[in-house]
């Protein structure tokens, strides 16, 4: 059975670091709800909240039925949480690693094998090397191994495919999908854009402010600038160039191009691209008409989070 969360003017400080300011949202039962947003966004601290593991200094949330207050022992029975750096014991093998966590909750690998399955099965040819001996995507599996254990009706992930190749992370999330189908509500955070488009919604944050929420799809549908994609030989000095010219409304380095937004027709914003740029030196100019990506959304909303 899958539960609900509801987050209510969570505000939570570290001396003059204000991690949370006023944050409050609610997810869907058997969601698979996404944070995305870079280093000190926030995403650590709330679900340090989630989880009991941290109080915070005003505002309230609920697991389900119960308050992270008032039934911290409730929640963490009902709750898997595999935090951001790999926590279990390295001196131990991946089946001592299982069956330990299995333990603590009274339960057994053979008990729950079912559940974790689709997990355990691709680490387990190795389940007597020892934890500290596995790869990256390989810990990552462990560690979501043992967090579903005791069968969670929530599962909470911090940034779990951060330095993991990008075949473990499409393995990671396929699995993530698996155990959604069974019923298990999922947080998950990351720095990673792409990985939005996986979730069913995201919350888009920045320096302890929810920027918005909404499905990827959604953000992505009501951007409201036109993208134009502009590549040269000299892409320093082409950044700072696309910043003066008349019409252009924000410009940033995405990749290998400059992504320039403008609320202008995209014809006449090339003219003008081409009409500044001449006579400076450039070659090899490109430019091309670009559909918005989640992270488009997420930097046009950081200049500008009073219109979130």
Request: charged letters at 25%; one cysteine or more; proline letters at 4%.
């Amino acid at each position: 059975m899958s539960i609900a969360i509801q987050i209510e003017n969570i505000r939570k400080s570290y001396r003059d670091v204000e991690a949370l300011k006023d944050v409050s949202l609610e997810v869907k039962p058997n969601e698979l709800f996404g944070f995305i947003g870079p280093d000190g966004a926030g995403k650590t601290t709330l679900f340090r909240i989630l989880t009991s593991l941290i109080l915070p200094d005003s505002g309230n949330a609920r697991v389900g039925d119960f308050d992270v207050l008032k039934d911290y022992k409730e929640i963490r029975q009902i709750t898997g949480y595999m935090p951001g750096r790999f926590s279990l014991y390295f001196d131990l093998t991946v089946e001592e690693n299982i069956r330990f966590y299995a333990k603590l909750f009274h339960t057994s690998l053979e008990e729950n094998y079912d559940l974790i399955g689709d997990v355990y099965k691709q680490i387990e040819p190795f389940k007597h090397r020892r934890a500290g001996a596995l790869s990256g995507g390989m810990k990552q599996k462990l560690a979501l191994s043992c967090a579903l254990i005791h069968r969670p009706q929530l599962l909470i992930l911090d940034e779990p495919t951060t330095g993991v190749d990008a075949v473990s992370r499409k393995e990671f999330w396929d699995l993530l999908k698996k155990m959604q189908q069974k019923g298990i509500t999922i947080l998950v955070s990351t720095p990673y854009m792409d990985e939005a488009a996986l979730c069913d919604r995201v919350a888009l944050m920045q320096s302890g402010n929810i920027l918005t929420i909404d499905s990827p799809e959604n953000i992505v549908d009501h951007f409201q600038w036109k993208i134009l994609s502009v590549k040269s030989n000299q892409m320093y000095p082409l950044l700072k160039d696309l910043t003066q010219i008349e019409g252009a409304e924000q410009v940033y380095r995405f990749g290998e191009s400059i992504h320039l937004f403008t609320q202008n027709g995209t014809s006449r914003m090339k003219e003008n691209i081409l009409t500044s740029l001449s006579g400076k030196g450039y070659q090899n100019l490109d430019i091309e008409i670009q559909k918005p990506v989640i992270e488009d959304c997420f930097l046009a909303l950081m200049d500008k989070p009073e219109e979130a």
